[in-house]
């Protein structure tokens, strides 16, 4: 445990894999909860799975490439925990497609959830962090944020910025106690990201995942658990002395 006893932590995009996990773990490491999705059905579920272990939890429907959207979200989810000390930026898409073939759309909505969703979001949270002089930032990257990808253009793009939003912003409200880190997950099971693009790339002919898993040296795919673990810990002072990181965990992959 690490120490989270009585924090205030937000999670966009919890309703689904990565963010249900980082939610999960963070309530069983005693934070109260908000939740902020744009899928109410599967927002509810994480909700009621955690108040079921005896955590409060509340959640709030949004969409945070909007950001009349996340102000409002933001807003109830603050003054319904009472305050913030966590905030978790995971909503994001993936499009597979080449930079020559790909549509406008795929590209404007990939920026608008995964650069503009965490620049709204932090926008409308991390001032508060400012004022009590304490906060901890941890936005979601990827692998694919420190190294360009065949078919994968537009999210590397957006990944990539994302790593520079980190170190940038750590920078900005260093002085003023907030620690803002990044986690770059690496392939990851069990999530609906990844079924997704598995069936995108079974219809491109690239390789699937059951073959990607034999390159990587840790020989297996991450979970969700892994990178909720490594959340927990970026949140805590046993992360005092570390920001404006990012933190790969990828069981040690960097091919394709």
Known sequence: MYGLQGKRAIVTGAGNGIGRSIATRLAKEGCSIGIFDIDAKAAGETMRHIRA???????????????SSVSAGMA???????G?????NNAGICRIGKILDMTDQD????FGINVDGVYHVTR???????????????????????????SYGAYC??????????QALACEVGDD?????AVAPGLILETRMREESEKDRAAQGLTLAADRVKSIPARRA?????????VAFLASNEASYITGETISVTGGSWND
């Open 177 to 181: 106690g907030v620690r803002v880190n």
């Open 107 to 110: 590209w404007e909505q990939t």
């Open 222 to 230: 991450g979970t969700p658990e892994d990178i909720a673990k490594t």
């Open 76 to 82: 109830e989810l603050v003054s319904t925990l009472g």
């Open 124 to 150: 409308s949270v991390v001032p508060l962090m400012v004022r009590q002089r304490s906060g901890a930032v941890i936005n979601i990257s990827s692998w694919m944020g420190k190294s360009g990808v065949h």
């Open 157 to 166: 793009a957006s990944k990539f910025a994302i790593i520079a939003l980190t």
């Open 53 to 67: 272990q005896g955590s409060h939890c509340h959640s709030v429907l949004g969409d945070v490439s909007i950001k």
């Open 84 to 88: 913030i000390d966590i905030l978790v």
